[in-house]
């Protein structure tokens, strides 16, 4: 049972120091040598030397708190599982707590953890001992760890890349919600979950005929205000496959509009009214020495306002990024604006890209069709108890604002760094819910909104259970020609007998006969004591172990009792 690498801890050496802790057996002098020999020596367990079997599920964490010393007697614990299991994994390193007492040297608490990693049983192997030194161990402690059926709770991350802009729009006009990459799964199964927005849906979905998953959706203006749609692609009444956001800023009518173009509007003709704005997004990379040229549109219908922004994808030397120009409409009329770009030998060779579109511009109101910025929908994130959704947004956007609460999921607040906002929820009780953040800015409308969709599946959330030592069994010396005794208490009419658990080297200790046991009473089924004795043989050191277990070739379990016994 027990492997070699246990016996890397000081094990070869006679010598025993002393420990904290209580003991049952004789102790150990100060110099390190052991008690004068005797003709044998009796150790008496009590219950209190029997640690219970602690039973855990996978995703559990364990906490083993043992009394220690280290600043005044520079002994540690170390602990080691002795079955070379996956069954449980240590957590970080031990951790020292500190003494009640204000004493210098009083004695404080070294605290392990532990997280159940799979099903199975694992036994816990615990020494104190110097680092530096050779001898044997000054305590011992054994724990069995029984894991049952779990879940380890994992991390699940949605990026930023789900974020949609506001989208502004006026009393009237119609706003077409472009989604990009919408699952085919759900074909025809996007529905409105939620709008806060002063717009009414007309019409239903419509689906790209190429078959590149794109849905058209067109809500109108019915009002004035503020307020965020959430889309969800949910086929069947199943959980949803797909989740969307996008805040809406619906204007006035007597209000001007900013029309906003990409690449993917050339050749397009935007029709706006004088007062509006005209906002154009394209494609660059400054770095490369390529540059857009903006041939001048028409003055009387179209003035460009101050020189073109470039803002990168990201902080790398020369990315790639978006070079934004604003119009302003100016007055009634048709002006087509036309970009070229144009590298250093663009006089030789010509532009390497052109891009155009038209503005007419009319006095008076005309509703206008807004499309949504470029979106892409976030998938459902499915998570049991215990696990974590992580999401990244931008931080540049504003403050990121949680919308409502639910019974599946608990949230943190936004943490920032680095030009990222970081918010975690942690899944808590079964069933499905839609989680909404949006960005609140300056102004009088969201700047970004973000919304996910979860599913936590069936299970309990992990607990961590503390198994604190009560008193640890010290080193027994013994002298070769010894004999031990060890008295373990019992009942064998549970079917539960105390065995012993293989030496881990040999010529060291050897058992003498049989296990016996004497019975408290003549009473049919009454408790005792079990005998176990062991002979020195031979110098050295070895742990014993002995396991309280019931019938059967794969016995179950319920005690265990370790001391490490040191021969000389």
């Known amino acids: 049972m027990l492997v070699a690498l246990l016996l890397a801890v000081g094990l070869a050496a006679c010598g025993s120091s002393d420990a904290g802790g209580s003991s049952a057996s004789p102790e150990p002098s100060a110099s390190g040598s052991p008690s004068p020999a005797a003709a044998s020596q009796t150790v008496k367990v009590n219950s209190a030397l029997v640690p219970a079997v602690v039973d855990l599920k996978v995703g559990d964490k364990l906490r083993v708190i043992l009394h220690s010393n280290s600043a005044s007697t520079g002994y540690v614990w170390t602990a080691e599982g002795m079955e070379q299991k996956a069954v449980l994994d240590q957590i970080g390193k031990p951790v020292n707590m500190a003494a009640d007492s204000t004493l210098a040297g009083a004695p404080g608490k070294t605290a392990f953890t532990f997280q159940a990693m799979e099903k199975g049983t694992e036994q816990l192997g615990f020494w104190y001992a110097r680092p530096s030194d050779k001898g044997d161990p000054g305590a011992a402690y054994a724990l069995i760890v029984k894991v049952g059926k779990g879940h380890v709770p994992v991390e699940v991350k949605a990026g930023e890349e789900y974020t ?28 409105l979950a939620s709008s806060t927005a002063p717009v009414k849906l007309v019409g239903g979905q419509k689906y790209s005929s190429s078959g590149d998953g794109t849905m058209t959706m067109d809500f109108v203006g019915t009002g004035t205000g503020t307020g965020t749609l959430v889309l969800v692609n949910r086929p069947s009444g199943d959980p949803p496959l797909q989740t969307y956001a996008l805040p809406v800023y619906v204007k006035p009518v007597k209000q001007p509009i900013t029309v906003q173009v990409n690449m993917h509007d050339a050749d397009e003709t935007f029709v706006a009214t004088a007062g509006d704005t005209v906002q154009l997004t394209l494609p660059a ?42 119009f302003n409409v100016v007055g009634p009329g048709k002006t087509p604006v036309s970009a070229a770009l144009e590298g250093p030998d663009a006089g030789s060779t010509g532009p390497a890209k052109t891009f155009a579109f038209t503005v007419k511009a009319k006095p008076g109101f005309k509703p206008n069709v807004v499309e949504a910025v470029d979106s892409y929908p976030a998938p459902t994130a499915f998570v049991k108890p215990g696990d974590q959704i992580k999401l990244t947004l931008d931080a540049k956007a504003g403050t990121w604002v949680p919308q409502g609460t639910s019974g599946q999921l608990t949230q943190t607040k936004p943490v920032v760094s680095g030009g990222k906002a970081v918010v975690t929820y942690t899944a808590k009780s079964q069933g499905s819910t839609t989680q909404l953040l949006v960005a609140d800015a300056s102004g009088n409308w969201p700047n970004q909104a973000h919304a996910f969709s979860a599913v936590v599946g069936k299970g309990s959330l992990p607990k961590t259970v503390i198994a604190a030592e009560r008193r640890v069994a010290k080193t027994v010396p013994l002298a070769v020609g010894e004999t031990l005794n060890v008295e373990l208490p019992g009942n064998p009419s549970t079917g539960y007998t105390w065995a012993v658990s293989p030496l881990a080297a040999d010529g060291v200790l050897e058992q003498v006969g049989d ?54």
């Not at 949609?164 to 025809?188: F, M, N, P, W, Y």
């Not at 003549?522 to 742990?543: E, R």
């Open 164 to 191: 949609a802009e506001t989208a502004q729009i006026r009393t009237g006009d119609t706003l077409q919600v472009v989604i990009k990459h919408a699952s085919s799964q759900g074909k025809a199964s996007w529905q």
């Open 285 to 326: 990379q400054p770095s490369t020495g390529y540059t857009w040229v903006i041939k001048k549109p028409a003055p009387a219908v179209l003035k460009q306002v101050g020189k073109p922004k470039f803002t990168a994808n990201n902080e790398t030397m020369g990315a790639k990024g978006k070079m934004l120009w604003t």
């Open 515 to 568: 296990i016996a046991f004497t019975a408290s009473t003549d009473l049919m089924g009454a408790p005792g004591v079990f005998v176990a004795q062991f002979k020195g043989v031979g110098a050295g050191s070895v742990p014993l172990i002995m396991l309280y277990q019931g019938p059967g070739s794969s016995p179950v379990i319920d005690g265990i009792w370790m001391t490490m016994v040191s021969v000389q």
